[in-house]
């Protein structure tokens, strides 16, 4: 009953920006902390942004080039990324918590090559 749906991935050169985004359903939406991890082939899932109350956090990787936020009235959290790099490659999964919960998104590719 709950998905979390992520669009917006997609191939672009270096230096580069996308904007990746989340529709989550079957949620109080307001009340979770979203966030957005990624995957890149033969690595584990490493966390890249995440909003909840508290405010944001970053990975030190993608501090200053990537940008999260959400729209509590569109159950919709996004993912601006700019300055994108070929390390940045991977899977970007969307994540909803609200501990003792959490859901996964399916996942968007993010590619970055020239």
């Known amino acids: 009953q709950v998905q979390l749906v992520e669009s917006g991935g997609g191939l672009v050169q270096p230096g580069g920006s996308l904007r990746l985004s989340c529709a989550a359903s079957g949620i109080i939406f307001s009340m979770y902390a979203m966030g957005w991890y990624r995957q890149a082939p033969g690595k584990q899932r490493e966390l890249v942004a995440v909003?909840?109350?508290?405010?944001?956090n970053y990975a030190d990787s993608v501090k200053g080039r990537f940008t999260i936020s959400r729209d509590n009235a569109k159950n919709t959290v996004y993912l601006q990324m700019n300055s994108l790099k070929p390390e940045d490659t991977a899977v970007y999964y969307c994540?909803?918590?609200?501990?003792?919960?959490?859901?996964w998104g399916q996942g968007t590719q993010v590619t970055v090559s020239s």
């Open positions: 994540h909803a918590r609200l501990i003792p919960r959490d859901y």
């Open positions: 909003i909840g109350s508290g405010g944001t």
